[in-house]
């Protein structure tokens, strides 16, 4: 069992800057990879970025690619999201979701989740 809890959301002018965190329990959090989905009112979730366990690999949204950097401390238990020139359009819940076996931009892969952060970003 992986318990994930979010933090870092608010609410921020265009142009700004967040950093978002998610603190995992359990001692195999090497061993999953991790992923940042968002889900605005009225909307699916939607895919933001994942990285591979050891962080060797990642993946971006083309909507936020070269804004968004995702990053993981493993020495931690943490997965970050660094997200700089926001936009209004990234206004959404943010939530953190881990998986042992897979990576990728569908969020059926992951068996964990996060409770998920509010970000609003005005314009």
């Known amino acids: 069992q992986v318990q994930l809890v979010e933090s870092g959301g608010g609410l921020v002018q265009a142009g700004g800057s967040l950093r978002l965190s998610c603190a995992a329990s359990?001692?195999?959090?090497?061993?999953?990879?991790m992923a940042w989905f968002r889900q605005a009112p009225g909307k699916e979730r939607a895919f933001v970025a994942s990285?591979?366990?050891?962080?060797?690999?990642?993946d971006y949204a083309d909507s936020v690619k070269g804004r968004f950097t995702i990053s993981r401390d493993n020495a931690k238990n943490t997965v970050y999201l660094q997200m700089n020139s926001l936009k209004p359009e990234d206004t959404a819940v943010y939530y953190c979701?881990?998986?042992?076996?897979?990576?990728?931009?569908?969020?059926?892969?992951?068996?964990?989740w996060g409770q998920g952060t509010q970000v609003t970003v005005s314009s």
């Open positions: 990285i591979s366990g050891r962080g060797g690999s990642t």
């Open positions: 359990g001692r195999t959090f090497s061993r999953h990879a």
């Open positions: 979701a881990a998986d042992p076996y897979s990576r990728g931009s569908d969020p059926r892969i992951y068996d964990y």
